[in-house]
């Protein structure tokens, strides 16, 4: 495992002022085709339910918001407990920090549906997916990727593929990412061919 020296370790905590850990490592897996559509687990054409103009709420145990999930056209077919997502716009909840907002050209649910309880729910994001976290104090997270899997449950997120991150003190560039979304601790991977490599705002040396 190829670890960052510690001078660039050091400027990662001062790009992202302590509100997301960042470790680099090699990721020895090539990056999958942008165009690379979904997979579809060979549900038919015909949806068993179809919902447009769909908002959909999931609260956790405590009552809490969980996630809310908007879409222009949800179909959901229920032998596989597969949805269907055109344009979604989710937004995770964790209060009492800002929800992330994640927009993509297209998702999938995987899992969903009654009867799936003990199978963790997938959201998988394709197309242009941008992730989204501002907080009333300036800071922000902006988060770039072709495609990214997002698990509810545990507000748990990774991609294999080229990740941006640009936050208010720096921009952040890596082949793929793992971590908590709740705890902001994100794992950032690098190839052969591309390293982790942050640009350091200059007012953050002030």
Known sequence: MDRLPLTNLRLLGIALLGSLVLAAAVFFQPTLPEEERLPDPGVSDEPDLLI??????????????????????????????????????????????????VKAIRGAIY?????????????RLEGDVKMLQTFEDGRRYDLRTPSITIYPGREYAETHQNVMITTHAGRTKAVGLEGS????LLKMFSSDEQRVHTIILPDQFK
């Open 52 to 101: 447009e103009t769909a908002v959909i709420r999931q609260y956790r145990e405590t009552g809490g918001l969980r996630y809310l999930l908007r879409s222009p056209k949800i179909e959901h077919f229920q032998d596989r407990a597969f949805t269907r997502l055109t344009e979604p716009d989710l937004e995770l909840h964790d209060a009492p920090a800002p929800p992330w907002r």
């Open 181 to 184: 979304l709740d705890k902001g």
């Open 111 to 123: 899992n969903a549906g009654e009867g799936q309880q003990s199978a963790e729910e997938e959201v």
